[in-house]
Protein backbone atom coordinates (compact mmCIF):
# COMPACT_ATOMS: atom_id res chain seq x y z
CA UNK A 1 0.00 0.00 0.00
CA UNK A 2 1.98 3.35 -1.21
CA UNK A 3 0.71 6.18 1.16
CA UNK A 4 0.81 10.11 0.04
CA UNK A 5 0.11 12.08 2.66
CA UNK A 6 -0.06 15.90 2.36
CA UNK A 7 0.89 18.50 4.78
CA UNK A 8 4.04 16.83 7.10
CA UNK A 9 3.23 19.05 10.31
CA UNK A 10 2.47 17.05 14.08
CA UNK A 11 -0.63 15.42 12.95
CA UNK A 12 0.82 14.34 9.32
CA UNK A 13 4.08 12.96 11.03
CA UNK A 14 2.47 11.16 13.93
CA UNK A 15 0.11 9.01 11.06
CA UNK A 16 3.16 8.60 9.16
CA UNK A 17 5.24 7.55 12.07
CA UNK A 18 2.20 4.70 13.32
CA UNK A 19 1.77 3.35 9.66
CA UNK A 20 5.52 2.95 9.66
CA UNK A 21 7.62 -0.39 9.34
CA UNK A 22 8.70 -2.02 6.07
CA UNK A 23 5.08 -1.95 4.90
CA UNK A 24 4.59 1.73 5.24
CA UNK A 25 5.36 2.78 1.13
CA UNK A 26 4.87 6.48 2.85
CA UNK A 27 5.58 10.09 0.90
CA UNK A 28 4.77 13.02 2.55
CA UNK A 29 4.61 16.65 1.07
CA UNK A 30 4.79 19.90 2.54
CA UNK A 31 4.81 23.56 0.88
CA UNK A 32 6.76 24.82 3.55
CA UNK A 33 10.62 25.02 3.49
CA UNK A 34 11.39 23.02 7.05
CA UNK A 35 9.64 20.85 9.04
CA UNK A 36 7.03 22.71 12.11
CA UNK A 37 3.70 23.72 10.67
CA UNK A 38 2.02 25.59 13.69
CA UNK A 39 4.91 24.23 15.73
CA UNK A 40 7.66 26.09 13.53
CA UNK A 41 10.89 28.02 15.04
CA UNK A 42 11.64 31.25 13.10
CA UNK A 43 15.50 31.63 13.05
CA UNK A 44 17.48 35.24 13.12
CA UNK A 45 20.90 36.28 13.21
CA UNK A 46 20.92 38.73 15.77
CA UNK A 47 24.21 40.75 16.91
CA UNK A 48 25.60 37.32 15.28
CA UNK A 49 23.70 35.17 17.50
CA UNK A 50 21.38 32.70 15.65
CA UNK A 51 17.95 33.24 17.69
CA UNK A 52 14.96 31.41 17.29
CA UNK A 53 11.36 32.51 18.10
CA UNK A 54 8.78 30.45 18.80
CA UNK A 55 6.22 32.08 16.35
CA UNK A 56 3.39 29.02 16.43
CA UNK A 57 2.44 27.42 19.58
CA UNK A 58 3.76 28.43 22.57
CA UNK A 59 3.97 24.67 24.63
CA UNK A 60 1.75 21.52 24.67
CA UNK A 61 0.24 19.37 27.24
CA UNK A 62 0.53 15.74 27.45
CA UNK A 63 -2.38 14.36 29.02
CA UNK A 64 -3.75 10.83 26.81
CA UNK A 65 -1.25 7.76 27.74
CA UNK A 66 0.02 7.31 24.32
CA UNK A 67 1.31 10.79 24.12
CA UNK A 68 2.31 10.80 27.90
CA UNK A 69 5.00 7.83 26.51
CA UNK A 70 6.17 9.73 22.98
CA UNK A 71 6.74 12.56 25.05
CA UNK A 72 8.89 10.88 27.70
CA UNK A 73 10.52 9.24 24.77
CA UNK A 74 11.21 12.89 23.44
CA UNK A 75 12.91 13.61 26.71
CA UNK A 76 14.58 11.10 26.73
CA UNK A 77 16.27 12.46 23.51
CA UNK A 78 16.65 16.01 25.07
CA UNK A 79 14.29 17.37 22.22
CA UNK A 80 11.26 18.52 24.88
CA UNK A 81 11.54 19.82 28.52
CA UNK A 82 8.99 20.91 30.96
CA UNK A 83 8.40 24.91 30.67
CA UNK A 84 7.11 25.11 34.85
CA UNK A 85 6.06 28.79 34.56
CA UNK A 86 3.60 27.73 31.65
CA UNK A 87 1.84 24.98 33.85
CA UNK A 88 2.59 21.87 35.84
CA UNK A 89 1.79 19.95 32.67
CA UNK A 90 3.50 22.28 29.93
CA UNK A 91 6.01 21.41 27.62
CA UNK A 92 8.31 22.58 24.89
CA UNK A 93 10.88 21.67 22.23
CA UNK A 94 14.63 22.00 22.86
CA UNK A 95 16.50 24.00 21.29
CA UNK A 96 13.47 25.27 20.22
CA UNK A 97 9.76 24.06 19.20
CA UNK A 98 9.80 22.76 15.83
CA UNK A 99 12.15 20.02 17.84
CA UNK A 100 10.23 17.01 17.88
CA UNK A 101 8.79 17.65 14.32
CA UNK A 102 12.11 18.04 13.11
CA UNK A 103 12.48 14.22 14.61
CA UNK A 104 9.88 12.86 13.26
CA UNK A 105 10.46 14.50 9.73
CA UNK A 106 13.98 12.71 9.56
CA UNK A 107 12.55 9.59 9.96
CA UNK A 108 10.11 10.23 6.69
CA UNK A 109 10.79 10.40 2.88
CA UNK A 110 9.48 14.53 2.69
CA UNK A 111 9.42 16.58 0.13
CA UNK A 112 9.78 20.23 1.39
CA UNK A 113 9.10 23.33 -0.65
CA UNK A 114 6.02 21.31 -2.53
CA UNK A 115 2.55 22.59 -2.36
CA UNK A 116 0.07 20.13 -3.49
CA UNK A 117 -2.56 22.22 -5.27
CA UNK A 118 -4.76 19.62 -6.60
CA UNK A 119 -5.50 15.55 -6.18
CA UNK A 120 -7.12 13.14 -8.98
CA UNK A 121 -7.99 9.96 -8.78
CA UNK A 122 -7.99 7.40 -11.88
CA UNK A 123 -7.81 3.38 -12.07
CA UNK A 124 -4.18 2.94 -11.05
CA UNK A 125 -4.65 5.62 -7.74
CA UNK A 126 -4.62 8.59 -6.37
CA UNK A 127 -2.26 11.30 -8.20
CA UNK A 128 -0.93 14.40 -6.61
CA UNK A 129 -0.30 18.11 -8.82
CA UNK A 130 1.79 19.90 -7.48
CA UNK A 131 2.34 23.95 -7.84
CA UNK A 132 5.62 24.08 -10.17
CA UNK A 133 2.94 21.48 -12.39
CA UNK A 134 4.60 18.17 -12.20
CA UNK A 135 2.55 15.59 -10.90
CA UNK A 136 3.30 12.15 -9.13
CA UNK A 137 3.09 9.01 -9.70
CA UNK A 138 -0.34 7.02 -8.39
CA UNK A 139 -0.42 6.65 -4.58
CA UNK A 140 -3.10 3.78 -3.43
CA UNK A 141 -4.28 5.96 -1.02
CA UNK A 142 -4.01 9.49 0.60
CA UNK A 143 -3.78 11.07 3.58
CA UNK A 144 -4.83 14.98 3.74
CA UNK A 145 -3.37 16.92 6.84
CA UNK A 146 -3.98 20.21 6.62
CA UNK A 147 -5.76 22.83 8.75
CA UNK A 148 -9.64 22.59 7.80
CA UNK A 149 -9.76 25.33 5.75
CA UNK A 150 -6.72 24.23 3.09
CA UNK A 151 -8.12 21.10 3.35
CA UNK A 152 -11.42 22.23 1.97
CA UNK A 153 -10.12 23.80 -0.77
CA UNK A 154 -8.15 20.28 -1.89
CA UNK A 155 -10.98 18.51 -1.35
CA UNK A 156 -13.77 19.89 -3.23
CA UNK A 157 -13.39 18.97 -6.40
CA UNK A 158 -12.98 15.11 -5.51
CA UNK A 159 -15.02 14.55 -2.08
CA UNK A 160 -17.03 17.93 -1.54
CA UNK A 161 -18.46 15.59 1.30
CA UNK A 162 -15.22 15.73 2.99
CA UNK A 163 -14.71 19.65 2.02
CA UNK A 164 -18.27 20.55 3.47
CA UNK A 165 -17.10 18.64 7.08
CA UNK A 166 -13.37 20.74 6.96
CA UNK A 167 -15.60 24.07 6.10
CA UNK A 168 -17.74 23.26 9.39
CA UNK A 169 -14.72 23.73 11.56
CA UNK A 170 -13.31 27.06 10.57
CA UNK A 171 -10.04 28.37 12.18
CA UNK A 172 -9.78 31.50 14.31
CA UNK A 173 -6.43 33.60 13.05
CA UNK A 174 -3.32 35.22 15.10
CA UNK A 175 -1.17 37.70 14.83
CA UNK A 176 2.08 36.92 16.02
CA UNK A 177 4.87 39.74 16.82
CA UNK A 178 8.42 38.39 17.80
CA UNK A 179 10.74 41.04 19.15
CA UNK A 180 14.35 40.87 20.83
CA UNK A 181 15.58 43.62 23.19
CA UNK A 182 18.92 44.83 24.04
CA UNK A 183 17.63 44.53 27.69
CA UNK A 184 15.26 42.65 29.91
CA UNK A 185 11.89 43.62 30.29
CA UNK A 186 10.75 44.00 33.42
CA UNK A 187 7.57 41.62 33.13
CA UNK A 188 6.85 37.93 34.28
CA UNK A 189 7.56 35.08 31.64
CA UNK A 190 4.50 34.75 30.32
CA UNK A 191 1.06 37.16 30.27
CA UNK A 192 -2.14 36.05 29.34
CA UNK A 193 -5.43 37.53 28.30
CA UNK A 194 -4.45 41.05 28.78
CA UNK A 195 -6.76 43.52 26.47
CA UNK A 196 -5.66 42.90 22.76
CA UNK A 197 -2.48 40.71 23.84
CA UNK A 198 -3.58 37.13 23.91
CA UNK A 199 -0.68 35.35 25.13
CA UNK A 200 3.12 37.04 25.26
CA UNK A 201 6.14 34.89 26.77
CA UNK A 202 9.96 36.13 27.20
CA UNK A 203 10.74 33.25 24.47
CA UNK A 204 14.12 33.41 25.56
CA UNK A 205 12.78 32.18 29.22
CA UNK A 206 11.84 28.73 27.47
CA UNK A 207 14.95 25.83 28.46
CA UNK A 208 18.21 25.58 26.17
CA UNK A 209 17.63 29.12 24.69
CA UNK A 210 19.74 32.05 23.74
CA UNK A 211 21.29 34.68 25.38
CA UNK A 212 19.08 37.49 23.78
CA UNK A 213 15.82 38.65 25.47
CA UNK A 214 13.22 37.25 22.80
CA UNK A 215 9.42 37.74 23.15
CA UNK A 216 6.38 36.60 21.52
CA UNK A 217 3.52 38.71 21.63
CA UNK A 218 0.19 37.35 19.92
CA UNK A 219 -3.14 39.29 19.61
CA UNK A 220 -6.17 38.19 21.45
CA UNK A 221 -8.40 36.21 18.70
CA UNK A 222 -10.92 39.18 18.46
CA UNK A 223 -8.27 41.57 18.26
CA UNK A 224 -6.66 39.22 15.31
CA UNK A 225 -9.71 39.12 13.96
CA UNK A 226 -10.25 42.46 13.68
CA UNK A 227 -6.51 43.82 11.93
CA UNK A 228 -6.51 40.49 9.74
CA UNK A 229 -5.90 42.69 6.58
CA UNK A 230 -3.68 45.02 8.31
CA UNK A 231 0.11 45.39 7.76
CA UNK A 232 3.10 43.64 9.70
CA UNK A 233 4.52 47.34 10.79
CA UNK A 234 1.43 48.50 12.21
CA UNK A 235 0.48 45.31 13.88
CA UNK A 236 3.86 44.85 15.80
CA UNK A 237 3.74 48.47 16.63
CA UNK A 238 0.02 48.40 18.23
CA UNK A 239 1.35 45.04 20.09
CA UNK A 240 4.34 46.33 21.29
CA UNK A 241 3.05 49.57 22.62
CA UNK A 242 0.58 47.54 24.58
CA UNK A 243 3.21 45.40 26.26
CA UNK A 244 5.04 49.15 27.14
CA UNK A 245 1.88 49.54 28.88
CA UNK A 246 1.49 46.25 30.41
CA UNK A 247 5.31 46.73 31.74
CA UNK A 248 4.34 50.74 32.66
CA UNK A 249 7.43 52.01 31.38
CA UNK A 250 9.05 52.28 27.09
CA UNK A 251 10.56 49.10 26.42
CA UNK A 252 14.18 48.82 25.74
CA UNK A 253 15.71 49.12 22.43
CA UNK A 254 14.33 46.81 19.79
CA UNK A 255 17.07 44.53 18.08
CA UNK A 256 14.39 42.75 16.11
CA UNK A 257 10.84 43.08 15.44
CA UNK A 258 8.67 40.89 13.07
CA UNK A 259 4.97 39.82 12.43
CA UNK A 260 3.64 37.33 11.43
CA UNK A 261 -0.08 36.84 10.59
CA UNK A 262 -1.28 33.62 10.67
CA UNK A 263 -4.47 33.19 9.18
CA UNK A 264 -5.54 29.58 10.35
CA UNK A 265 -3.97 29.36 13.65
CA UNK A 266 -6.57 28.22 16.23
CA UNK A 267 -9.02 24.98 14.84
CA UNK A 268 -12.38 24.51 15.17
CA UNK A 269 -12.94 20.91 16.47
CA UNK A 270 -15.47 18.73 14.14
CA UNK A 271 -14.77 15.92 16.59
CA UNK A 272 -14.39 12.80 14.74
CA UNK A 273 -10.53 12.33 15.97
CA UNK A 274 -10.07 11.40 12.03
CA UNK A 275 -11.59 10.32 8.97
CA UNK A 276 -10.82 7.70 7.00
CA UNK A 277 -12.78 7.06 3.85
CA UNK A 278 -11.93 3.14 2.64
CA UNK A 279 -14.29 3.10 -0.09
CA UNK A 280 -12.35 6.37 -1.74
CA UNK A 281 -9.15 5.58 0.04
CA UNK A 282 -8.86 9.16 1.50
CA UNK A 283 -7.64 9.87 4.94
CA UNK A 284 -8.09 13.12 7.06
CA UNK A 285 -6.50 14.34 10.30
CA UNK A 286 -5.36 17.52 11.74
CA UNK A 287 -5.98 19.60 15.00
CA UNK A 288 -9.29 20.43 13.26
CA UNK A 289 -10.93 17.28 14.02
CA UNK A 290 -9.85 16.76 17.44
CA UNK A 291 -9.11 20.49 19.02
CA UNK A 292 -6.80 23.09 18.27
CA UNK A 293 -4.08 21.87 20.09
CA UNK A 294 -0.51 20.12 19.58
CA UNK A 295 -1.50 16.71 20.98
CA UNK A 296 -4.94 16.79 19.41
CA UNK A 297 -3.10 17.16 16.28
CA UNK A 298 -0.77 13.78 17.13
CA UNK A 299 -3.77 12.21 18.42
CA UNK A 300 -5.54 12.68 15.32
CA UNK A 301 -2.42 11.58 13.26
CA UNK A 302 -2.19 8.47 15.35
CA UNK A 303 -5.55 7.39 15.35
CA UNK A 304 -5.91 7.66 11.36
CA UNK A 305 -3.53 5.87 11.58
CA UNK A 306 -4.58 3.09 13.27
CA UNK A 307 -8.05 3.11 11.17
CA UNK A 308 -6.57 2.09 8.18
CA UNK A 309 -4.28 -0.41 9.66
CA UNK A 310 -8.06 -2.33 10.56
CA UNK A 311 -9.21 -1.12 7.35
C1 LIG B 1 -0.02 31.14 16.97
C2 LIG B 1 -0.35 29.76 17.42
C3 LIG B 1 -0.29 29.44 18.77
C4 LIG B 1 -0.59 28.15 19.21
N1 LIG B 1 -0.44 27.84 20.53
C5 LIG B 1 -0.59 26.56 20.93
C6 LIG B 1 -0.28 26.17 22.26
O1 LIG B 1 0.19 26.99 23.06
N2 LIG B 1 -0.48 24.88 22.63
C7 LIG B 1 -0.92 23.93 21.74
O2 LIG B 1 -1.05 22.76 22.11
N3 LIG B 1 -1.22 24.27 20.47
C8 LIG B 1 -1.06 25.54 20.04
N4 LIG B 1 -1.31 25.89 18.75
C9 LIG B 1 -1.93 24.90 17.87
C10 LIG B 1 -0.96 23.85 17.37
O3 LIG B 1 0.18 24.48 16.83
C11 LIG B 1 -1.67 23.05 16.29
O4 LIG B 1 -2.86 22.50 16.85
C12 LIG B 1 -0.85 21.91 15.69
O5 LIG B 1 0.48 22.27 15.47
C13 LIG B 1 -1.54 21.50 14.40
O6 LIG B 1 -0.80 20.48 13.76
P1 LIG B 1 -1.31 19.94 12.35
O7 LIG B 1 -0.34 18.93 11.91
O8 LIG B 1 -2.75 19.56 12.45
O9 LIG B 1 -1.29 21.21 11.37
P2 LIG B 1 -0.05 22.08 10.87
O10 LIG B 1 1.00 22.17 11.89
O11 LIG B 1 -0.64 23.35 10.35
O12 LIG B 1 0.55 21.24 9.64
C14 LIG B 1 0.04 21.34 8.34
C15 LIG B 1 1.20 21.35 7.35
O13 LIG B 1 0.63 21.37 6.02
C16 LIG B 1 1.44 22.17 5.20
N5 LIG B 1 0.59 22.57 4.08
C17 LIG B 1 -0.48 23.40 4.07
N6 LIG B 1 -1.05 23.43 2.85
C18 LIG B 1 -0.32 22.59 2.06
C19 LIG B 1 -0.43 22.18 0.69
N7 LIG B 1 -1.40 22.60 -0.11
N8 LIG B 1 0.51 21.30 0.21
C20 LIG B 1 1.51 20.84 1.02
N9 LIG B 1 1.63 21.21 2.32
C21 LIG B 1 0.72 22.05 2.82
C22 LIG B 1 1.93 23.29 6.10
O14 LIG B 1 3.13 23.84 5.63
C23 LIG B 1 2.10 22.56 7.43
O15 LIG B 1 3.44 22.14 7.65
C24 LIG B 1 -0.99 27.16 18.28
C25 LIG B 1 -1.03 27.47 16.92
C26 LIG B 1 -0.69 28.76 16.49
C27 LIG B 1 -0.68 29.08 15.03
Given at each position: MSTAIIGAGIAGLACADALGGPAGDVRMFDKARGPGGRMSTRRVEIDGVM??????????????????????????????????????????????????????????????????????????????????????????????????????????????????????????????????????????????????????????????????????????????????????????DHLRAALAGLAGTPLPLALHVAAHRWRYARSGNAGAGAVWDSARRIGLCGDWLAGPRVEAAWRSGTQLAALMAAA
Open positions: TGFDHGAQYFTARDPAFVARVGAWAGAGIVARWPVAGDDAWVGTPAMNAPVRALAATQQVAWSTQVTALARDGNGWRLTCADGTQTGAFDRIVVALPAEQAAALLADVASDLAERAEAAPSEPCWTVMAAFAAPLPLPDVLRDRGDIGWAARNSAKPGRGPIETWVIQGSPAWSRAWIEAEGAAVA
